[in-house]
C-alpha cells in the first residue's frame, strides 16, 4: 500500500517527463492567423453625438413621420391591393447559449453542452452559476451545509462497491433502459432509495428515486453514482446528501439528472431547482 | 509576464504579442499535454488557446493577472479538445534500457503505465487540477481561482484524482505482493 506522500512524490516525477517545448509550427500557424483576427473589445458607453443643427434635423424627422403615415394609411384603406414584394424579415430565433463556460450565469435558457444522446435546454435563474459543462450549482454553492446543483449525464452501469471505486463495475453490466437503470439502483445492496415515482419532463416519462448517502460517505471517500468509464464520473462527499435521480427515456435514449441538495439547503433554493427542471426542453437526436 | 508587452498586446500590437506567444508557449504546451496525454491534442489545445488569448486580450481588465486567465484559457481548450474526440490513445515512447529510476530516486519505469491507466480514467476536471497543483506548483487557492471554481471543489477534485491515482499504483502492486507472499 503506498502512503499519501509516496503517491505525491511519484506522480510529480511522472509529470517531469514528456514534452515541455512547442514545436515551431503550432506558433507559425498562429501567428500567420493573428492578421486575420479581429480582437474581441469591451462594449464602450453609448457614444455621444456631436451637436447637429437641430431646424434640419426636426424637418426631417417631420417628413420621415408624413411618409411613414402615408404609407400605412394606403395599406388601411379598404379595398386598397397589398404592394406586394417579399415578406417581411422574420426575427431570427437567438442561438441558445451553452453551458460550457465557468462562474455565474446571467439568467436565462442554456444549453447542456454534455456529450448526450440528446438536445437538453434549461432556463436558469439569476444567481446560479456553472462548474464545468454539464453542472449548474444553487446561489449558495453546491457544497454542504445548504449547497444545490443539477447535473446532467448518461448512465451506463453502476459500481460494486459505490464507496470502492476500484472494485469496478456490476456485472452483468445494467442494461439500456429507464426500468434497467431504476430497478439496478433500487436493488443495489448499498444503495439507500426510496421511490420510484414516476415523473414526465417535458412529456417525457420517467422515474425518479431518492437517495440519500450513507455514513461513512466523505471527500476522502466520496459515494460514487456512477464512474468515468461508466458514463459519468459521478459522486457525492457528505453523509446525508440527498439526491433525486431523474431517469428519462428521450426517444429511446437514456437521459440521467442528479439534482441534488443537504439537509440544509433553503426551501427557496429547493424551489429554484424544480423550476429548473420543469424548465427542462428535450429533443432526440436522430 | 512583462504587463507592457500585455497591454500593448491588448491594444492590438501584433509584434507584442508574438513575444508574449514565444514567451507563454511552452508553459501552455507542457500544461496541455500533461492534461490531455496526447500530443496531438495538447498541440491544438495550445494553438486554439494562443488565438483566444489573442482575441480576447481586450477583455483581460488587469494585465497582471495575464499568467492565470491564460490557464484559464487553455484548460477551456483542453476541455473542447477532449470532448472533440475521444482517441485517448497511449503516447508510445522508446525508453532507453538504463533509464529506470526518477530524478529522485523513483523507480518511474515500474509506474509510469499504471499512472497512465490511472490518470486517463480521470475527467478533464481533475487532471487539470492535478496538473497545475502538483506541475506548476500552484497553490490551491491560486488554482481555484484560475479554474473559476469554490477552492473546496479544488480539493475535492485534488482528492478524488489522487485517490484514483492511488489506487492505480496500488493496483499493480497487489499481483506482486500476493506472489511474494507465497
Known amino acids: 500500500m503506498s502512503t499519501d506522500h509516496d503517491v505525491t512524490r511519484i506522480v510529480r516525477s511522472w509529470l517531469e517527463e514528456g514534452t515541455t517545448v512547442v514545436p515551431d509550427r503550432v506558433l507559425d500557424a498562429v501567428l500567420d492567423q493573428v492578421p486575420a483576427i479581429h480582437q474581441r473589445r469591451l462594449r464602450w458607453p453609448a457614444r455621444r453625438f456631436p451637436t447637429v443643427n437641430t431646424t434640419a434635423l426636426r424637418i426631417g424627422l417631420i417628413a420621415a413621420v408624413l411618409i411613414v403615415a402615408a404609407l400605412v394609411g394606403w395599406r388601411l384603406l379598404p379595398g386598397s391591393i397589398s404592394p406586394g414584394g417579399p415578406p417581411a424579415p422574420t426575427a431570427k430565433p437567438t442561438p441558445i447559449p451553452k453551458l460550457n463556460s465557468q462562474g455565474l450565469l446571467p439568467a436565462g435558457r442554456y444549453q447542456v453542452d454534455a456529450t448526450l444522446p440528446m438536445k437538453v435546454t434549461v432556463a436558469v435563474p439569476d444567481g446560479w452559476s456553472t462548474d464545468t459543462n454539464w453542472v449548474v450549482i444553487g446561489p449558495n454553492g453546491n457544497q454542504a451545509p445548504n449547497g444545490i446543483a443539477i447535473r446532467f449525464y448518461t448512465v451506463k452501469n453502476l459500481l460494486v462497491h459505490p464507496l470502492t471505486p476500484s472494485a469496478g463495475a456490476i456485472s452483468p453490466p445494467v442494461g439500456p433502459s429507464v426500468d434497467d437503470l431504476v430497478k439496478a439502483m433500487v436493488n443495489h445492496r448499498d444503495w439507500t432509495t426510496t421511490g420510484p415515482s414516476p415523473i414526465t419532463i417535458d412529456g417525457y416519462v420517467g422515474q425518479v428515486v431518492h437517495v440519500t448517502l450513507p455514513a461513512g460517505t466523505s471527500a476522502a471517500t466520496p459515494f460514487y453514482l456512477s464512474g468515468d468509464e461508466l458514463g459519468g464520473d459521478v459522486y457525492g462527499w457528505v453523509a446525508g446528501q440527498v439526491f433525486d435521480i431523474y431517469v428519462v427515456d428521450v426517444g429511446g435514449k437514456r437521459l440521467v439528472i442528479d439534482a441534488f441538495h443537504y439537509p440544509g439547503t433553503s426551501a427557496a433554493d429547493l424551489a429554484a431547482q424544480q423550476a429548473i427542471l420543469d424548465s427542462a426542453q428535450l429533443t432526440p437526436i436522430p | ?182
Open chain 2, 1 to 182: 509576464m512583462d504587463t507592457d508587452l500585455v497591454t500593448r498586446a491588448q491594444g492590438g500590437d501584433e509584434g507584442a504579442f508574438a513575444s508574449l506567444a514565444v514567451a507563454i508557449g511552452d508553459r501552455l504546451h507542457g500544461v496541455a499535454f500533461r492534461i490531455l496525454r496526447d500530443t496531438d491534442l495538447a498541440e491544438d489545445a495550445t494553438q486554439q488557446a494562443l488565438l483566444n488569448v489573442w482575441q480576447d486580450l481586450p477583455q483581460l481588465r488587469d494585465p497582471a493577472r495575464f499568467d492565470a486567465w491564460s490557464y484559464r484559457l487553455l484548460v477551456r481548450a483542453c476541455y473542447a479538445e477532449g470532448r472533440k474526440t475521444r482517441r485517448w490513445t497511449p503516447n508510445l515512447r522508446l525508453l532507453p534500457a538504463d533509464e529506470p529510476i526518477g530524478a529522485d530516486g523513483i523507480d518511474l519505469v515500474a509506474h509510469r503505465d499504471q499512472l497512465e491507466r490511472g490518470f486517463r480514467r480521470l475527467s478533464i476536471d481533475h487532471r487539470a487540477v492535478v496538473v497545475l497543483h502538483h506541475y506548476l506548483d500552484m497553490p490551491l487557492d491560486q488554482v481555484a481561482e484560475t479554474l473559476g471554481i469554490p477552492a473546496g471543489t479544488v480539493r475535492s477534485r485534488l482528492h478524488h484524482a489522487m485517490r484514483g491515482l492511488r489506487a492505480a499504483l496500488d493496483a499493480d502492486a497487489r499481483p506482486a505482493a500476493k506472489e511474494a507472499a507465497q
